[in-house]
């Protein structure tokens, strides 16, 4: 497992360790600002996704109900990956609690639905965030799932860095 130097992963201590992940990670960068990145479609398209994938589209409704969708291709296959979900948690610049379930993969559609929570806190200026992901089917797809989503959290600190420069 790659982790980055801000941020631990791990499972859960409890039995759904097999089905279920942890991330923390500490971004530069106010709370605030991290939620934007989160909830704003201008943001989150331009990190939100994992190596080696390219954004064909994506959209949300981030209120409760409310859902969500991304449409995104392999580049080194050219396969496409659909996924979306619904908002069940939405409480600005704290909580998002939402949904995930692939609808369309390269072995066919449909899966499991997964939930994902991520809670964000202010300190000192940095936003420490916790991601849990649980649900999952197995160990595999829970190992697959935590490493594209480190690889995602780190395109985020790219994006939030990308923005402190510019606003020097």
């Not at 709370?31 to 994938?53: Q, Y």
Request: aromatic share 8%.
């Amino acid at each position: 497992m790659v982790t980055h130097p801000n941020e631990s992963a791990s499972a859960p201590d409890d039995d759904s360790s097999a089905t279920a992940f942890t991330i923390d990670r500490v971004f530069d960068a106010p709370v605030d600002l991290v939620w934007r990145c989160f909830t704003e479609k201008a943001h989150v398209d331009v990190w939100m996704l994992p190596e080696r994938f390219a954004l064909i589209e994506q959209d949300a409704d981030v209120s409760v109900g409310g859902k969500w969708w991304s449409k995104m291709r392999d580049q080194s296959d050219g396969a496409e990956w659909h996924v979306g979900g619904t908002y069940r948690e939405v409480v600005q610049n704290q909580r998002l609690v939402f949904t995930h379930r692939w609808t369309k993969t390269p072995s066919g559609g449909g899966g499991s639905e997964h939930l994902i929570a991520i809670d964000f806190e202010a300190r000192h200026g940095k936003t420490h965030m916790r991601f849990v992901m649980s649900g999952l089917p197995d160990t595999g797809s829970r190992d697959g799932h935590r490493e594209g989503w480190a690889q995602t959290l780190g395109h985020l600190e790219q994006h939030l860095a990308t923005l402190a420069e510019a606003a020097r």
